[in-house]
C-alpha cells in the first residue's frame, strides 16, 4: 500500500501523509443472482458510488456467498459488450481495484482487463492473465497512473480469452468465501479551496 502526500507550498513546510485505505466494497454474501445489481457494501466518507452491474452475458446465474460472472468467452480479444460495471462520484487519487476472482477450470484461465469513462473507455489501464490454478484468486489492478479523478467515474471490468469457450466463470469471491470481495482504494483529495483554509 503506498503513501500519498499533499503539500501545500503557499504556507511553508506543510504535509499531510495519507494511507490510501478502501474507498468501495462489494461484498456478494448471501444468495446472489447475477442480473440483480449489488449494492456496495463500504463506501468512505466523502465517495459516492453505484451498484455492481453485468452487461452483456447472455444467461442469468445464482451462487451463495459470491456473485456468478460469466460464462467467459474464448475470444483472443476483449469483448466491448460484456463486462462488469459501477460508478464512483468524489474528488479522488486512485491507488488500485482488488477483484477476489473465484475460477472453476484447472486447465488455464481468462484474462482481466479494467477501462475507464476517463478516455471513454478507449484503453486499458490494466491487465492480468490471472494463474492457471482453479479456486480463489486476487487480481490486483494497478490505478496509479490515472490522474486524480473528480465528478462522477465508470469503471468496467472484463474478461475474456477462457481457455474453453463459455464453459469458465469469473464469480466475484465474498469475505463469506474468506475472500474479499472487490475493493477500490486510494485516497480522497480536498477541494483546492479547503487546502487553502488548511
Do not use: C, H
Request: charged share 15%; glycine share 10%; net charge negative.
Amino acid at each position: 500500500m503506498k503513501t500519498k502526500i499533499f503539500g501545500l507550498l503557499a504556507f511553508g513546510l506543510f504535509a499531510n501523509s495519507v494511507s490510501a485505505m478502501t474507498l468501495v466494497q462489494y461484498d456478494p454474501v448471501g444468495d446472489q443472482v447475477s442480473n440483480v445489481p449489488l449494492a456496495p457494501a463500504v463506501v468512505a466518507p466523502g465517495v459516492l458510488a453505484g451498484d455492481l452491474s453485468q452487461v452483456g452475458f447472455e444467461d442469468f446465474w445464482i451462487n451463495a456467498d459470491v456473485l456468478p460472472v460469466g460464462r467467459i468467452s474464448s475470444s483472443p480479444t476483449i469483448d466491448l459488450g460484456q463486462y462488469l460495471t459501477f460508478s464512483v462520484s468524489g474528488r479522488l487519487d486512485l491507488d488500485g481495484l482488488d477483484y477476489s476472482l473465484l475460477s472453476y477450470l484447472n486447465a488455464g484461465a481468462t484474462i482481466a482487463s479494467i477501462r475507464s469513462s476517463a478516455d471513454g473507455f478507449a484503453a486499458d489501464i490494466d491487465t492480468l492473465a490471472p494463474s492457471s490454478a482453479s479456486g480463489i484468486q486476487l487480481l490486483a489492478f494497478d490505478l496509479t497512473g490515472l490522474p486524480v479523478v473528480s465528478g462522477s467515474t465508470e469503471f468496467r471490468i472484463y474478461f475474456y480469452g477462457a481457455p474453453v469457450g463459455l464453459t469458465d466463470w469469473a464469480d466475484l469471491a465474498s469475505t463469506a468465501r474468506g475472500a474479499s470481495g472487490l475493493t477500490l482504494s486510494g485516497v480522497t483529495v480536498p477541494e483546492p479551496g479547503t487546502l487553502a483554509l488548511l
